[in-house]
């Protein structure tokens, strides 16, 4: 089950427990259990504690600006506590980063929606430069799209939840319609990377390793030759033509 995180504050459960021993006989006791539900774009004590950090607070887009840019673009705005994509972007355009701080090795959370036929994308490891017109051409990509209405077929590699262009997804049973959130995690550690949607775990792959380098130099990066070479580098979020909306975006080094 997935809670609905927009409900703010403490639920209350009651139980009516009824006591056995001769002393009790007949006597009722109710027992008070407090159930935290976290709001959205929020952290608890927890979280904190574990080092978790959000990258939007719902309101704000401070941190957040364009890619090779200064300042946070026209085409993205805040709404409903959602960093939005208008649409606007394309291949090349469009895409925001996390400026404040780059990520070697971390755990990335984030809730997302889809416009119906659109594709979008998180990027991580992304750096910037005149000569990179994009983030994907250094950044590996969690792939978001509309996997059921997109209007061309998706080769496995493009399809949702895949590490795109490398590594295909797993995500039978899990897959929503556009419009509706999904909740999405990566974990990226150097012994070792997963991808998750909706509570399942797409795909798994040891990052640098034989495998790995066999399919960065498999011909689709050809024209990108610095593509996943660093092991470091910014959040990005990507604007590729459609609506996307982005929250819950939370990070925790490791």
């Known amino acids: 089950m997935i809670m609905n995180r927009k409900t703010i504050g403490l639920f209350v459960l009651s139980a009516m427990i009824w006591a056995c021993s001769p002393e ?12 935290e539900v976290v709001a959205d774009n929020t952290l608890t004590e927890e979280e904190k504690a574990l080092g978790w950090m959000l990258l ?22 805040v709404e409903d506590g959602a960093l939005k994509a208008l649409g606007t972007g394309g ?27 659109g594709n979008s ?41 895949s ?5 295909p997804g797993d995500v039978e049973g899990v897959v929503r319609p556009a419009g509706e959130w999904n909740e999405s995690k990566i974990i990226f550690r150097n012994d070792g990377a997963s991808y998750w949607l909706n509570g399942k775990k797409t795909l798994e792959f040891v990052p640098y390793s034989e495998d790995w380098t066999t399919r960065r130099n498999s011909g689709k990066w050809d024209a990108f030759p610095d593509y996943a070479i660093a092991k470091r580098g910014l959040i990005s979020l990507q604007d590729h033509g459609s609506e996307a909306w982005f929250k819950n975006i939370k990070i925790r080094p490791l």
């Open 24 to 35: 009790k006989s007949g006597e009722k006791e109710e027992v008070e259990e407090v159930v």
């Open 56 to 77: 939007f607070d719902g309101e704000d887009p401070a941190g957040w600006r364009a890619f090779n840019g200064k300042e946070f673009p026209e085409g993205w705005t």
């Open 91 to 117: 291949d090349i355009g469009g895409d925001i980063v996390f400026a404040p701080m780059d990520f070697e090795q971390f755990e990335l959370e984030f809730t997302w929606k889809i416009a119906p036929g």
């Open 121 to 161: 994308g998180v990027f991580y490891h992304v750096v910037e430069d005149p000569k990179y017109k994009a983030p994907y051409e250094t950044g590996p990509e969690y792939q978001v799209i509309d996997q059921l209405g997109f209007e061309s077929p998706l080769e496995d590699w493009q399809s949702i939840a």
């Open 163 to 167: 590490d795109y262009a490398m590594y």
